[in-house]
């Protein structure tokens, strides 16, 4: 079985300092990890893929994620916020479909 | 190039009514699947399907039938409309099962679906 777990449902950070949204999984073989952000009212987009090449991710618009197995862990991460990211953030773990995480909403504050 | 596209946008429907929620892709992509989406509860897979001809329940498949005669369409169907089932609905296609290759998901607009 897989599943992912996203550990907060709300941050809120300022315009200009970093951004950790935090995201577990479990997963009984090597897995497919993403990120994918909602902008209200929109579809989703794909924000950054794990493909086993790299631990270390990079994304659009500035966005890293680091994969670590032996925490099982896939935090999404950006150095310095910007009012256009505030949005609703998913982890994904795949197999034949993708499982969603609840879901993470980003607060950007001037 | 129009990507993935979900008609209607909002609908309103009874307790009881039927209705089809279509779904069409242009970029000849095998796989595609239906999610919902509620408050809390990020999307949950319904069905998908990985070509024409096949597809296969995802979580929450209970209420919904699918179909899918050609690749670019995947309709999903309410049978009998129940209060439950209103949510937002999201269309998803990508070249292969995303565990595959890991193929980035491509998603519709979202269909906003009220049952009274």
């Known amino acids: 079985a897989q599943s992912v777990t996203q550990l907060d449902s709300h941050v809120s950070v300022s315009e200009g300092t970093p951004v950790l949204l935090r995201c577990n999984y479990s997963?009984?073989?090597?897995?497919?990890l993403f990120w994918y952000v909602q902008h209200p009212n929109k579809g989703l987009q794909l924000l950054l893929k794990?493909?086993?090449?790299?631990?270390l991710v990079k994304g659009i618009n500035g966005f890293e994620a680091e994969f670590k197995k032996s925490e099982t862990s896939f935090h999404l991460t950006k150095p310095s916020a910007h009012m256009s990211d505030a949005a609703e953030y998913f982890c994904v773990v795949t197999r034949g479909g993708m499982r969603f995480g609840a879901g993470t909403r980003l607060t950007v504050k001037p | 190039n129009a990507g993935v596209t979900q008609t209607p946008k909002f609908q309103v429907l009874k307790t009881g009514q039927s209705m089809t929620l279509q779904c069409a892709q242009d970029?000849?992509?095998?796989?595609m699947s239906w999610y919902r989406q509620d408050p809390g509860m990020g999307l949950r897979l319904i069905h998908y399907?990985?070509?024409?001809?096949?597809?296969d329940q995802g979580e929450v498949p209970n209420g919904y039938n699918v179909s899918r005669s050609t690749t670019e369409d995947f309709p999903l169907r309410l049978l009998s409309a129940a209060p439950s089932q209103t949510s937002v609905y999201f269309c998803a296609s990508s070249y292969s099962i995303p565990s595959i290759m890991n193929t980035e998901a491509f998603f519709g607009q979202g269909t906003r679906l009220t049952v009274v």
């Open positions: 970029m000849n992509h095998e796989y």
């Open positions: 997963s009984s073989y090597s897995p497919s």
């Open positions: 794990y493909t086993s090449a790299a631990t």
């Open positions: 399907s990985v070509g024409a001809g096949i597809t």
